[in-house]
């Protein structure tokens, strides 16, 4: 129970009397006799003694109409709808009628009625107390003396859809009424002068519940504002209950007989008269004298404080309407109280109570006042607290304007090492509230440190993922600058700063296994590009497992593809034993590694082998250097280069016999004066290249040493093979002094002996062509000058007997006609004879053509001024090209490739000519 005189008291309404309309200053006066009264879709409405309902708007025009014959005793007007509920006589005695009323629709100038019926459903009569209408038009509820509810169900504005019943009966006088809607749960509050119930209208059969056996005058009950919470108010004459549907709330302490209540936008409106000996009516009202005062008080019953209170002369009612509480009195004036702003009131309450923040801000909470306005309380309060000392209260009021305050202005404040906890407190909200900077945060993480509270410390950093409010790498920084390494390790691995984490690792805690182990967790991406920062680190003090990490990493790295092996070579620079075995595993696991490898490992394995003492072991490395050359991943002059470098021998021979560089392998034994395997070069490779051979000789012909065995196996394999003109055999060897002539005397005699046999054998052939040639010339004078006798008995094609007609030729080959038609080519030659015939004629015809093209070459090549540009032009056309033989006929050859030779020796004069 709350105590009204512990309340503080405020003025946050301004009380004016109405003024009339016009312009003469007078105060409005209300119609005489009103007897009901009610507001709402922007009028006030009254009823009088007279039957006449008046409507007053706010520019205090008024408008009336006759509703009844008697008497209007009282009005409902719906809030959300033009619906307007009467009650009153048409008629002398007990018979009251309620009529519903559409003000927006007309009927002969007056309002629409649309329902008129009797209130009292049976025959008994009684008055009408209250009335209650619910705002969904489906339900009605009237309250009378006899202690009697009848409740209309339906459509309250038509007869013939609704119905009517006796919701509640009793002895006492119904004195309130009001329904509750919450969600699709609908309650009829019922007060009485010694009960209140409360009747569920959603159920079937109106359940009722007692909540009270206090009950309240006529006029003293109302229901707060409607919402899913709303409740009903009963004012009693020493307390003011509150009810939910199904039990009694708070009540408060608020003394004086009470005359009217009233509810609106969070005020409970009470009018009371504080008497000592009041005279009680049948209804529970009090006779008022006219000398007695009524007070008129307006609570805030969230904030608990009196918003206004003023003393009035035998008021009527209070109305709310255009924002504003009317007060009617019987003396005809109407007075407004007009709510002060949000703001004035805030001013009004600092300036009469000091330091009344609390109520400040649950007022201004209440009046809905936005986030900069309470802001500004807050920072009043904070500053106010501040300056008296109370720094822990302060920096709570400082918390509640983050958002609106500017964080420096607190910062500033409690920047003193005293207040650190306090600065703490605050930097600790504006990381909850995700509104720290990076300053912030570091200023955070040094008040912890200052403090060495490595609890706070610990559940800062260690807060959920979820709840993580500040920069993590700013966060990380600081706690390693200020030596807190296992806490910067702590939020770089569970934010995944990897960066920071190894970093920490091993620059500061030096836990290289530790980091090791780390980046083998990591993906892909992020393993590849640490192992490429720090993996010279690493390899340096962990070599065999940073090996086996990158093992891993470049040939099976789950899930993902595998690492480019020859970008981690560079890491192995001062360890070649974990590199050997790095690159072997990596030749041995992806046979098509990148070229790199192979040529690294190359050179391991070349350097291994040179500075090797064992012939044993030196053997099998020689061995394994070969290997690698034999790969087709390895690149040829990177590997001859090594080869040369490291004077591996076998190596060089192999790429220079590999890349088919014979004269390099010879000039290499050259070199390095291995005669024999000078000459043994020659044999394997002459084929190739026949230019060795003379090479060979002219080698051995610049050697003062006695070379005459390799002179003669040379001369010999030149001889058999007439690879060099014996002049120039001569030339050649005229250089070596050791050379006489009785190395070259057995191939000068075989040659020209193998000379002086050609001459025989071409003179023999002379010979031959020339009897062959006598024999045809007497041939052909024969066939000329005596008669040719045909003794043929077969045809030279079928071989069948001769029959007529037939066809004979002068070579002696005869044919049946037929035989001769079917396949002669033409008329005038012999089909036997025809192909070789032919051929001869194509021998003639090409000489003929070849001396023709020699003549105009000889003439071109002595007239022209360049006679290189003759030669190119013929070269280019393919005149040089190596011409083929062609056999003359049976017995004889001519060869048709002299051209060559021809050509080729009037270039030369030419050339001697010019010179």
Not at 145 to 172: M, N, P
Request: hydrophobic share 35%.
């Amino acid at each position: 129970m709350a105590a009204f005189l512990q309340w503080r008291r405020f003025v946050f309404f301004d009380k004016e009397t109405v003024k009339d309309a016009g312009d003469n200053g007078k105060n409005f006066v209300l119609p005489v006799g009103i007897s009901a009264c009610d507001s709402g879709r922007g009028h006030i409405v009254l009823g009088d003694i007279l039957s006449v309902i008046w409507f007053l708007t706010r520019s205090l025009q008024l408008s009336s109409f006759q509703a009844y014959k008697l008497r209007v005793t009282h009005l409902y007007q719906l809030k959300q709808h033009s619906i307007l509920v009467t009650v009153g006589q048409d008629e002398q005695g007990i018979n009251p009628l309620v009529k519903v009323w559409n003000p927006d629709k007309r009927d002969s100038g007056n309002p629409l009625c649309t329902r008129i019926f009797p209130a009292i459903p049976g025959n008994k009569p009684t008055e009408v107390s209250c009335l209650s209408v619910h705002e969904n038009l489906n339900f009605m509820a009237i309250g009378f003396t006899d202690g009697s509810v009848v409740l209309t169900k339906g459509d309250i504005t038509r007869d013939r859809h609704s119905k009517t019943l006796t919701l509640h009966e009793g002895t006492c006088p119904i004195t309130g009424l009001a329904f509750r809607q919450q969600s699709k749960v609908t309650h009829l509050f019922v007060a009485t002068l010694e009960k209140v119930h409360c009747y569920t209208l959603s159920v079937k059969e109106y359940p009722k519940l007692e909540l009270d056996t206090h009950g309240c005058a006529l006029r003293c009950s109302a229901l707060t504002d409607p919402s899913q919470d709303s409740q009903f108010i009963v004012a009693g004459d020493e307390c003011v209950y509150l009810y939910q549907p199904d039990e009694r709330g708070p009540c408060f302490a608020f003394d004086g007989h009470k005359l009217l209540a009233h509810w609106h936008r969070g005020y409970l409106l009470l009018l009371t008269r504080d008497t000592k000996s009041p005279n009680k009516s049948e209804f529970g009202s009090r006779e008022t004298s006219p000398s007695e005062k009524q007070i008129l008080t307006i609570y805030d019953l969230d904030n608990k404080f009196i918003a206004y209170s003023a003393s009035f002369d035998d008021i009527i009612d209070v109305l709310a309407e255009w924002g504003s509480f009317y007060i009617l009195t019987r003396d005809g004036k109407m007075f407004v109280l007009q709510e002060k702003d949000t703001q004035t009131k805030l001013e009004v309450s600092f300036r009469s109570q000091k330091n009344l923040f609390v109520m400040a801000i649950n007022l201004a909470k209440s009046q809905h006042l936005d986030s900069d306005g309470l802001s500004e309380i807050f920072r009043q309060y904070g500053d106010h607290l501040y300056v008296k000392g109370d720094h822990d209260g302060a920096i709570q009021q400082y918390i509640r304007t983050i958002r609106k305050l500017e964080p420096s202005y607190v910062i500033r404040k409690f920047l003193d090492a005293q207040r650190i906890h306090n600065l703490t407190a605050y930097l600790q909200a504006l990381h909850r509230q995700s509104l720290a900077n990076a300053d912030h945060t570091t200023l955070l993480l040094n008040c912890y440190t200052k403090l060495k509270d490595s609890s706070k410390l610990e559940e800062f950093i260690k807060s959920s993922e979820s709840e993580v409010h500040f920069d993590v790498e700013i966060a990380i920084k600081v706690l390693r600058q200020a030596g807190y390494h296992s806490h910067a390790v702590f939020l770089a691995e569970r934010h995944q700063h990897h960066k920071w984490y190894l970093k920490i690792q091993l620059e500061d805690l030096k836990n290289y296994q530790e980091a090791l182990r780390y980046i083998g967790r990591l993906p892909f991406d992020q393993a590849e590009s640490n192992m490429k920062r720090y993996g010279k680190t690493l390899m340096h003090h962990v070599p065999d497992g940073t090996t086996l990490l990158l093992k891993g990493l470049c040939t099976d790295y789950q899930p993902s593809r595998d690492a480019n092996s020859e970008e981690f070579i560079s890491v192995f620079a001062n360890n070649p034993r974990e590199l050997r075995a790095f690159l072997e595993h990596m030749i041995e696991v992806e046979p098509f590694s990148s070229q790199g490898v192979y040529d690294t490992l190359l050179e391991l394995r070349l350097q291994d082998w040179a500075h090797e003492q064992d012939s044993e072991r030196k053997k099998v490395l020689q061995g394994a250097a070969l290997s690698l050359l034999r790969s087709d991943n390895t690149v040829f002059d990177k590997a001859l280069v090594l080869c040369q470098m490291h004077n591996f021998k076998e190596g060089v021979l192999y790429l220079y016999e590999k890349g088919k560089l014979y004269q390099q392998i010879m000039h290499y034994h050259m070199q390095n004066e291995e005669y024999g395997k000078v000459v043994e070069a020659c044999k394997r490779y002459g084929d190739q290249e026949v230019c060795l051979w003379e090479q060979a000789l002219g080698y051995f012909a610049r050697k003062e040493e006695d070379c005459k065995a390799y002179i003669s196996q040379v001369l010999e394999h030149i001889d058999q093979n007439n690879l060099m003109p014996p002049l120039l055999v001569v030339q050649t060897l005229a250089h070596n002094s050791t050379a006489t002539l009785s190395v070259i005397k057995d191939y000068l005699i075989n040659k020209l002996q193998r000379e002086s046999q050609q001459i025989e054998d071409d003179e023999r052939k002379i010979r031959q062509y020339r009897e062959e040639t006598a024999h045809l010339r007497a041939e052909i004078q024969e066939l000329r000058s005596s008669a040719k006798i045909f003794q043929k008995t077969k045809c030279s094609m079928c071989n069948s007997p001769l029959e007529l007609p037939s066809v004979h030729f002068l070579c002696s080959h005869s044919f049946h006609q037929h035989c001769f038609e079917s396949y002669a080519e033409s008329e005038a030659e012999c089909p036997t004879c025809t192909p070789e015939n032919r051929k001869v004629m194509d021998m003639l015809r090409a000489q003929d053509q070849k001396r023709d093209l020699h003549d105009h070459f000889t003439r071109q090549l002595r007239c022209s001024n360049d006679g290189f540009s003759v030669v190119a032009d013929y070269f280019g056309r393919g005149v040089f090209n190596k011409l083929t033989l062609v056999t003359d006929p049976p017995g004889s050859k001519v060869g048709v490739g002299s051209l060559e030779a021809d050509l080729q020796r009037d270039l030369l004069i030419h050339t001697k000519r010019n010179t």
